[in-house]
Nanobody, 115 residues
Framework: QVQLMESGGGLVQAGGSLRLSCAAS????????MGWYRQAPGKQRELVATVTSGGSTNYADSVKGRFTISRDNAKNTVYLQMNSLKPEDTAVYYC?????????WGPGTQVTVSS
């Protein structure tokens, strides 16, 4: 099993940047597809970005060109670089690790973008 812990959230003005980190423990993440999801108040959790074990990435249309997901397997950590933030990016951001039928989630980190 893999345990995940997000960090790096906070309050930022529109147009600013944040870098989220997701530190994994209990298992190496190199074989997992890692992802970032977010959930805004009153809305369903949605995919933000994923990166496969081979390094292929996928992004939600709403964040393409602004967010970048990356992984450092040596540090057992996944990152989400968020640039040009908008108020609509405000949400709790969750890290996810997936392998076949297994999935693990972190507790989430709050990102608030003020206008």
């Amino acid at each position: 099993q893999v345990q995940l812990m997000e960090s790096g959230g906070g309050l930022v003005q529109a147009g600013g940047s944040l870098r989220l980190s997701c530190a994994a423990s209990g298992s190496i993440i190199s074989v997992y597809t890692m992802g970032w999801y977010r959930q805004a108040p009153g809305k369903q959790r949605e995919l933000v970005a994923t990166v496969t074990s081979g390094g292929s990435t996928n992004y939600a249309d709403s964040v393409k060109g602004r967010f970048t997901i990356s992984r450092d397997n040596a540090k057992n950590t996944v990152y989400l670089q968020m640039n040009s933030l908008k108020p609509e990016d405000t949400a709790v951001y969750y890290c996810n690790a997936k392998l076949y039928n297994y999935a693990s989630w972190g507790p989430g980190t709050q990102v608030t973008v003020s206008s």
